[in-house]
């Protein structure tokens, strides 16, 4: 059973960075992309960004873009995502997930693409 743990959240300033990383375990081959989503209290979980690993080719929701970097080391099975020019409105818990299913690149923006979930790391940025 594939097992996603989130860990490098915390409190942060506004304009600050953070890195998140997603260790994943008990794969018996690799899936088709991995996705960073995250939840805001009182809001749906939302699309944040993801990596296929055909190709390797990246999607950032808008939010986003150009402030946050997806990436991962193969070698340790971890997923990452850098944080940087974080805002207020970032403060949310972020979820690494696995998707299982080929889809075309936007296919990844839903949360129905994913199949493996992690427990969620709190990110707090102060004005």
């Known amino acids: 059973q594939v097992q996603l743990v989130e860990s490098g959240g915390g409190l942060v300033q506004a304009g600050g960075s953070l890195r998140l990383s997603c260790a994943v375990s008990?794969?018996?081959?690799?899936?088709?992309?991995m996705g960073w989503f995250r939840q805001a209290p009182g809001k749906e979980r939302e699309f944040v960004a993801a990596i296929r690993w055909s190709g390797g080719s990246t999607y950032y929701a808008d939010s986003v873009k150009g402030r946050f970097t997806i990436s991962s080391d193969n070698a340790k099975n971890t997923l990452y995502l850098q944080m940087s020019s974080l805002k207020p409105e970032d403060t949310a818990v972020y979820y690494c997930a696995d998707a299982w299913t080929n889809y075309s690149g936007r296919g990844y923006y839903t949360r129905d693409a994913y199949d493996s979930w992690g427990q969620g790391t709190q990110v707090t940025v102060s004005s």
């Open positions: 008990g794969r018996t081959r690799r899936s088709y992309a």
